[in-house]
Nanobody, 124 residues
């Protein structure tokens, strides 16, 4: 069984930075694509960033491109989301998700395992 646990959320001022971590249990982490999604109150969950199994390929939502960086450390079974130049509109619950396959998707329904989320709040 695969468990996904996010950490690193918190309250930060606009322009600040946070790094989210996503720890994944099990031996199959290095064969799974990983992604981050977010959901703000009253809004649907949206794609943020994704990374292939090797880390060689990444994809970002236009709203975070140039500010956020997704990465992974397969030796530590952990994925990361470095968030810089945060804006109030980045406020949301951030969810980490693990795909069953090696290549990422921006479609949340293609991810099999999800964490419980970590809250990011950006004050103006």
């Amino acid at each position: 069984q695969v468990h996904v646990v996010e950490s690193g959320g918190g309250l930060v001022q606009a322009g600040g930075s946070l790094r989210l971590s996503c720890a994944v249990s099990g031996r199959t982490f290095n064969s799974r694509a990983m992604a981050w999604f977010r959901q703000a109150p009253g809004k649907e969950r949206e794609f943020v960033a994704a990374i292939s199994w090797s880390g060689g390929s990444t994809r970002y939502a236009d709203s975070v491109k140039g500010r956020f960086t997704i990465s992974r450390d397969n030796a530590k079974n952990t994925a990361y989301l470095q968030m810089n130049s945060l804006k109030p509109e980045d406020t949301a619950a951030y969810y980490c998700a693990a795909n069953s396959g090696r290549y990422y998707s921006i479609n949340q329904y293609e991810y099999d395992y999800w964490g419980q989320g970590t809250q990011v709040t950006v004050s103006s």
